[in-house]
C-alpha cells in the first residue's frame, strides 16, 4: 500500500514477522499506512490482495445531515474519513450507520475519532451496473461495533502455506445472447486457433498441487456428441484434454503440481482442436488459479483461509490490522498478533 516505500526499507522492515492464532474461517490483514484500503475482489477464497494503491470510496452527499450515498466496486476493507470523503471535518462518526441493502455494517472506529473502517462483502451480481450503494445515515442511536478476538495462544506455527487464489478476468467481447447477468467476455476462440494470458504468481510454495479453472461460454453446438475439444497448457506443458457437448456455459477444470508453477509470469493457453469436424466456437470469460502460496504481504495485505492454529506472516511495513471476515456480514476487526523474531 506505500508505494513510495524504497526497496532497501522495505527489505529491512519485512524481516520483522507477526504470529498470528485464529480459529478456522477466513482472515484479512492490512498495514493502515494511507488514506484508503480494501481488497480488490475477495471473493470467498484465500489469496494475496492488491496490486496498487487504491483511491477512497466514490461518496455523493446530497444532505449532509440526513445521508451519504456511497458507491464500491468490489468486496474489502474501506476506511472512510474527512479526507477520503471530501465532506468536510464535522461527521459524527460516533452515531453513524452504514447499511448495505437490508444489512447493517458494522464499524471499526479510528483512534481518536478521525474515522472508520468497515468491510464491504462481496457484492451481487448485476447485469447493468459495476458499483453497489452503501448508505451511511446518523442517529441519535450509536452505530454497531465490530466484535474484537482475544490475542493469540504461544506456540509455534502450524502451517507453512495457503491456498491463494488468483483471478484475471477482462471485458473486451460483448455478446447478449449469452444472457445471465454478464454477458461480458474476454476473448473468442474459434477452432482451430489458440488464446494465451499470463498470470502474476508471487510468493509460490512448489509443494502439493494446484487448481486452475477456465470459464467458458459455447456459442455453437451441433448434432455429434461431443461438439467441443479444448486443450490447457501451464508453463509450456499440457496438463489437460477435454471433450465438452452443447452451447452455455462451460467450466474446464484440472489439478496441476505446484511445481510445474514460477514465481512471476505464468503463461496459461488455451487451444481449441479442429478434430470433431464441426464449427465449434466459444468464449474465454475468466481463469482462476489457486495455488500453495507462503504467508508473505503483499503491498501491506493479505487474505487468507485458516483451518486454525498459529501462523507466522511477514512483509508487511508497519503492524498490521487483522480482520476475521468468515462472516462478511458481521466481520471481526483488531484480532490479537503477536511481535516474533526474524
Known sequence: MNAHTTFHDHLLRARLSTFLWHAAGTLFLMALTSACARAP?????AH???????????IRAD?????????????????????SGGVGTALPWDRMRLTFGEQELPLLPLDGGE???????????D??????????????????LMEDVQPPPSGEPTQRAFLATVQAEENLVYQPLAGGHDPWFWAQV???????TTLELDNVVPQGEATLRV?????????????????????????ADITRDGEGSHVLEVTLPATLLREGPNTVR??????????????????????????VAHQNRLTFKSEGGLHRVSGFTAPPLVFDITNPLAPAGRLGCRRGGQ
Open 41 to 45: 475482489q475477495a471473493q470467498d477464497t
Open 48 to 58: 494475496a490482495v492488491a496490486n496498487e494503491r487504491t483511491p477512497a470510496p466514490s
Open 63 to 83: 444532505e449532509l445531515s440526513k445521508a451519504l450515498k456511497i458507491y464500491v466496486d468490489r468486496p474489502g476493507i474501506y476506511r472512510l474519513d474527512a479526507q
Open 115 to 125: 474515522g472508520v473502517l468497515f468491510y464491504v462483502p462481496p457484492l451481487p451480481p
Open 127 to 144: 447485469r447493468y451496473a459495476r458499483e453497489a450503494v452503501i448508505w451511511a445515515t446518523f442517529d441519535a442511536e450509536p452505530p454497531t
Open 190 to 196: 474459434t477452432a482451430p486457433s489458440s488464446w494465451e
Open 215 to 239: 470459464e467458458l461460454w459455447a456459442k455453437t453446438k451441433a448434432p455429434v456428441n461431443p461438439d467441443h475439444h479444448w486443450r490447457l497448457v501451464v508453463n509450456g506443458q499440457q496438463v
Open 270 to 295: 488455451l487451444d481449441a482442436v479442429d478434430d470433431l469436424g464441426v464449427v465449434d466456437i466459444g468464449f474465454v470469460n475468466r481463469l482462476l488459479l489457486t495455488y500453495p502460496r507462503a504467508f
